[in-house]
Nanobody, 124 residues
Framework: QVQLVESGGGLVQAGDSLRLSCAAS????????MGWFRQAPGKEREFVAA????????DYTDSVKGRFTISRDNAWNTVHLQMNSLKPEDTAVYYC?????????????????WGQGTQVTVSS
């Protein structure tokens, strides 16, 4: 089965940058769409960004537009989330997700494969 492992989280100051990575292994497909979600304490899991299997289409939630960039390697088995100008409101556990999708989706229910999450903490 597909396994996703996130890395790159940590504790940073407001205004700093972090680069998250998600490596896929197992029975993966090059045409998986991949996305990032996050969940803060006491809040629902929310969509952050997604990228199509060929990298030509991306989508972002409004709160991160202009600050975050999603990308994937040429091997198609790794996705990155470059996070700039981090704010305390970005503090959350960030999860990588993947699945075969006709269109990009902001719904967690449309993704069948999930990583374990990586903690991002932004102090003011």
């Amino acid at each position: 089965q597909v396994q996703l492992v996130e890395s790159g989280g940590g504790l940073v100051q407001a205004g700093d940058s972090l680069r998250l990575s998600c490596a896929a292994s197992g029975r993966t497909f090059s045409n998986f769409a991949m996305g990032w979600f996050r969940q803060a304490p006491g809040k629902e899991r929310e969509f952050v960004a997604a990228i199509s299997w060929n990298g030509r289409n991306t989508d972002y939630t409004d709160s991160v537009k202009g600050r975050f960039t999603i990308s994937r390697d040429n091997a198609w088995n790794t996705v990155h989330l470059q996070m700039n100008s981090l704010k305390p409101e970005d503090t959350a556990v960030y999860y990588c997700a993947a699945d075969l999708l006709v269109m990009l989706s902001a719904s967690s229910e449309d993704y069948g494969y999930w990583g374990q999450g990586t903690q991002v903490t932004v102090s003011s």
